[in-house]
């Protein structure tokens, strides 16, 4: 099992940012990539940005790219988003997931944090 825990959301203002933390403990060695997915009302879950623990190409969706930064601390098991640019429409529940498999699909991630609130106010 990997446990996970979400820290860093809250209101900002369009054009702000925000830093989302994830901190992962128990079997982390079994997960082969980690990802930050978002869920907006009335929306379907998507993968925003995902790593793998031993480095290589990163993944962003193109709502995305060039405004959040993926980052990790292995040496803290700790994964970060770090957001800028924010839009209206990040609004969401962003979740900490973990992957035994395949980085790029949403079926992929099996452990889950319990998500943290961001809401941008435009």
């Known amino acids: 099992q990997v446990q996970l825990v979400e820290s860093g959301g809250g209101l900002v203002q369009a054009g702000g940012s925000l830093r989302l933390s994830c901190a992962a403990s128990?079997?982390?060695?079994?997960?082969?990539?980690m990802g930050w997915l978002r869920q907006a009302p009335g929306k379907e879950r998507e993968l925003v940005a995902a790593s793998r623990w031993n480095g290589g190409p990163t993944y962003y969706a193109d709502s995305v790219k060039g405004r959040f930064t993926i980052s990790r601390d292995n040496a803290k098991n700790t994964l970060y988003l770090q957001m800028n640019s924010l839009k209206s429409e990040d609004t969401a529940v962003y979740y900490c997931?973990?992957?035994?498999?395949?980085?790029?699909?949403?079926?992929?991630?099996?452990?889950w944090g319990l998500g943290t609130q961001v809401t941008v106010s435009s």
């Open positions: 997931a973990a992957s035994t498999a395949s980085m790029l699909m949403v079926e992929s991630y099996v452990y």
């Open positions: 128990g079997r982390t060695f079994s997960s082969q990539a």
